[in-house]
């Protein structure tokens, strides 16, 4: 059974930054391909960004793309989201999630985290 764990959430103030951590147990996780989405209050959940399994492609909605930043260690079964000059729009509740791929974007993810909390005061 795959898991994901999340962690790093918080409090933040606008224009500061935040690093979230997603821990997955296991030992394939470099066979998935994992992403980041998040769900704002009364919002559909959004797909903020992914990576390939071996870190050389990437994938930023525009929304984040010069902002945030994702990386992976498969040593350490975590993938990472550095989120710098973040803004009270990216206020949610963050979950990473694995999917075996192929695509970042369009391939369907089979297992998620329970999410953590941003909030970003203005």
């Known amino acids: 059974q795959v898991q994901l764990v999340e962690s790093g959430g918080g409090l933040v103030q606008a224009g500061g930054s935040l690093r979230l951590s997603c821990t997955v147990s296991?030992?394939?996780?470099?066979?998935?391909?994992m992403g980041w989405f998040r769900q704002a209050p009364g919002k559909e959940r959004e797909f903020v960004g992914g990576?390939?399994?071996?870190?050389?492609?990437?994938y930023y909605t525009a929304s984040v793309k010069g902002r945030f930043s994702i990386s992976r260690d498969n040593a350490k079964n975590t993938v990472y989201l550095q989120m710098n000059s973040l803004k009270p729009e990216d206020t949610a509740v963050y979950y990473c999630a694995a999917t075996v791929g192929p695509e970042i974007r369009a391939s369907p993810y089979q297992h998620w985290g329970q999410g953590t909390q941003v909030t970003v005061s203005s």
């Open positions: 296991g030992p394939t996780f470099s066979s998935y391909v």
């Open positions: 990576i390939s399994r071996f870190g050389r492609s990437l």
